[in-house]
């Protein structure tokens, strides 16, 4: 047998095992257990009264789930009794799961949440947090009510690079059938993560509204695919003065977009503004 056709056909094995190999790899990935809670710790919001980080050394699987634990004590807490501990709708936001049609599973802030009647309750921000609060047995009527179609909707999806990872961007699917890209709170910094702007409204609503840009971009969408927006800024007659950028960057006015005043997570930031648009 010729020497060239020995080599062609060890190149060949050898290709298709590394296809095999990164083929499995994919497959085992996507059967492992989703990191609940982002890996915050279920039992200390009961014991410590808020979000504590688990660690890696003291996790456990159940239903399906990763949980991570501060301590070996909380971990065997956990383990005793899941039910008393675990957050509700499978850790997935509480507000999310409890809008009928457009019910859906969405990614949590572990610092967003609270204990009603002894259960915990994770919701999406700290905004979206106030809004359930006010109302929160009506939306844990309703989310309970829902919740057995909402469990087999397809996890959310996060959108990855160039749209910040931090808050994450999703794309859920609602009960109704549709998609919805939600668009994690967006602040005045560029790509390098320095902040642009300081002390300039125009400058950081102009770098806000690039940001929701290029998440709508990754997403296949478009500012005119742009629903509502939830805008949070830190003196909003200032941020009235530049009316005009709003269409361009935010879409048309709705009914639906809010416009708040609240403490920013830095005081360079004067707005930051979460964007939910249509998808396909």
């Known amino acids: 047998m010729p020497r060239a056709y020995l080599l062609t ?9 590394l296809l095999f190999a990164a083929l499995f790899a994919s497959a085992a990935r996507a059967d492992e257990p989703r990191l609940s809670i982002s890996g915050y710790d279920p039992v200390a919001y009961f014991t410590d009264g808020k979000a504590v980080q688990g660690k890696a050394k003291f996790e ?8 991570r ?14 039910q008393r501990y675990a957050p509700q709708y499978d850790g997935y936001c509480a507000m999310g799961a409890s809008i009928d049609a457009a019910a859906h599973k969405d990614t949590v802030d572990p610092e967003a949440w609270a204990i009603v009647d002894g259960k915990l309750y994770l919701v999406h921000s700290s905004y979206w947090l106030e809004q359930w609060r006010a109302k929160a047995k009506e939306y844990i009527k309703q989310a309970d ?25 999703n794309a859920v699917t609602m009960r109704d059938g549709k998609r919805l890209l939600v668009i994690g ?12 702007g300081k002390g300039d409204m125009r400058a950081q609503i102009e770098q806000v509204g690039k940001n929701v840009g290029t998440c709508l ?7 005119n695919d742009i629903a509502f927006t939830i805008t949070s800024v830190s003196a909003p007659a200032e941020f009235e003065k530049h009316a ?13 977009s809010k416009i708040s005043t609240a403490q920013l997570s830095n005081p360079d930031f004067l707005l930051q503004v979460e964007a939910f648009a249509a998808i396909k």
């Open 69 to 82: 634990f501060a301590s070996g004590e909380h971990r065997d807490l956990f383990i005793k009794d899941p």
């Open 244 to 256: 005009d950028l709003l269409p361009r960057y935010f879409g048309p006015p709705s009914l639906e």
């Open 217 to 223: 971009k990754v997403a296949g969408a478009t500012v």
């Open 9 to 17: 056909l060890n190149r060949c094995a050898t290709l298709l095992a």
């Open 145 to 169: 009510k829902d919740w057995q179609a909402v469990a087999d909707l397809p996890d959310p999806v996060i959108v990855g690079s160039p749209c910040a990872t931090s808050p994450p961007t």
């Open 60 to 67: 456990y699987v159940w239903r399906k789930q990763r949980w």
């Open 185 to 196: 709170a967006q602040v005045p910094r560029d790509e390098a993560g320095n902040v642009v």
